[in-house]
């Protein structure tokens, strides 16, 4: 499913870049291979997911139209990819996404529902927006095709790692509902063994990490709250955890102030622009090597839709001084 | 020569990305095509044309060690291409250089020597550095062998044009002495003759514009008083102007201030850093179209080592507002 997704996928996706510094493996202590996903169309992984979900559809169900809810970057990812198929798309967003990620879901052709995480119930505004389900709903991430897609990014990392000479390595991913680090999972089960992945996420919203321990399903107590809002589901879903739990080494939780400083390593250091939620596995390889086993780690920059003004505080805050 | 060059630095450079924006187009009225050259090691083309210079030295040549004088991008390549060759190497700097430049030309190895432009006479400085000319000088442009390695970009963006079926484009080079330019241009002469290559200078340093219109070697006023400079030359050189002006089509000349919204539209939409000097080839792209004669432009992003403060800035003044 992983290999038909990105047949499907290939033609119209980035094969991104693996990109790397001697200043980065200096903090860390080990090679740093960054995989920059923040270069992918629409700005994220999540187009790969969202081109696999809506390709597979058939004509009847493109006819009737997809709906999803996403904080930005699934937004993007499935209005672009629902443009390209000539379907119509219903986002349902929150109030506080940033507003990047508002604008261009709207510019890519999206019809785009806001709502307030706070006060209103999502299930309600979908109830409302998509009254006989006529549309077909594209999850975020408990989605096999989603999955599937997201598994492109793993057949990219291991035909990259041959091609740098990389043998055993750590696969950091920064995780939400986990259906990228699934699918990569899933993906190097089958090409490389020496890969495992771990997940990455901020320190107070790691509910995959705990999962990891617990061996069921955890919930964060929130779900806003930090600058990593392309990072902050409740829990890890039906679908993805079983994998992650069978397939992927210890999760690593990360602050915010650490993904800020990676955020701006990766502008000085790399002069790719990553968002902070996609800035927390690069975090984890730069700052938390204690909890490392390889000599290389691959740290996927998974988005880089961030504000100007959230950029501009961290280079504030984290730039070199002169 | 070419040729050679590519094949010595192919293992070595990354083969950078060709990217594109959906919301850049629009603005341009054409499709615009963003050859990311400040992904490339040490964050400009200049590691190509460095590397093509060192690994053509002899073993007694290497023995001597190199010099070059550089604000700082062709540092930084030469920095690194001579460690990588266990050269030594030493670098005449401005000290007004931005800073990042300097620390990481320190950083790759280089013994980096600051002088100041408005009070000291560089060849001075040059001969107290070199008393024998025992140290190898690479010119940061007007050198066969670096004009070559900067070449190996317009192989690139000729096997990128097949791949993404660009037929016809004009080719938008941030130029200061004209070194990546003319590579770019005998590269396309001899692999595409649809493409043709076009300079971008900013409006107060645009000597290769008017070298370009006077058919002769036209000299700046100044050398200094812009954010821009990666580009700001005294004149093209002896070696590129005769190559420019037999190949190139008419200089295009932007604003600083188009230089920064590039800039910021390359953080917005690319996800990719920029630096004022390698932006104005994009500003060109995006607000010169009234100058531009295909429906495909290919515009080289040269380089992405700014500092913060001045990205800060930018992003301040020209990023999309709530």
Same mark, same amino acid.
């Given at each position: 499913m992983i290999k038909d997704a990105y047949e499907r996928i290939a033609p119209h996706a980035r094969r991104t870049p693996l990109l790397t510094s001697p200043f980065l493996d200096e903090i860390a202590k080990r090679r740093v291979w960054v995989k920059a996903e923040c270069l992918q169309h629409t700005g994220s992984f999540k187009f790969r997911g969202a081109w696999a979900a809506i390709s597979a559809l058939n004509y009847e169900e493109r006819r009737r139209g997809v709906i999803t809810f996403s904080s930005g970057n699934h937004a993007q990812g499935i209005a672009l990819a629902a443009m390209r198929h000539s379907v119509s798309s219903t986002i349902i967003m929150p109030k506080d996404s940033p507003r990047i990620k508002i604008e261009n879901t709207r510019a890519l052709g999206a019809e785009v529902v806001l709502y307030d995480? #706070?006060?209103?119930d999502r299930s309600i505004i979908e109830e409302k927006v998509n009254p006989k389900k006529s549309r077909i709903l594209i999850k975020p991430y408990d989605d096999h095709q989603v999955i599937a897609g997201q598994g492109s990014v793993g057949i990219e990392v291991a035909e990259q790692s041959i091609e740098n000479n990389i043998l055993n390595a750590e696969v950091l991913v920064c995780s939400g509902g986990g259906g990228l680090a699934s699918g990569i999972a899933l993906t190097l089960e089958k090409l490389n063994s020496n890969m495992q992945v771990r997940t990455a996420e901020p320190n107070e919203f790691d509910d995959i990490k705990r999962s990891l321990i617990s061996g069921k399903i955890e919930q964060n $107590?929130? $779900?806003? +709250?930090? @600058?990593? &809002? #392309? *990072? @902050?589901? @409740?829990s890890p879903g039906e679908i993805t955890f079983p994998i992650l739990y069978r397939l992927c080494g210890k999760g690593i939780s990360v602050s915010e102030e650490d993904a800020l400083r990676a955020m701006v390593l990766a502008f000085e250091r790399l002069r790719i622009v990553i968002e902070p939620g996609g800035a927390v596995a690069l975090a984890a390889a730069l700052f938390? +090597? &204690?909890?490392l086993n390889q000599d290389d780690v691959i740290a996927v920059a $998974? +988005? +880089?839709? *961030? &504000?100007a003004e959230v950029f501009n505080n961290a280079l504030a805050q984290y730039g070199s001084k002169s």
């Open positions: 995480r #706070a006060t209103e $107590t929130k $779900t806003s +709250g930090s @600058l990593c &809002d #392309a *990072v @902050l589901t @409740l938390h +090597g &204690d909890e $998974t +988005g +880089g839709n *961030v &504000d």
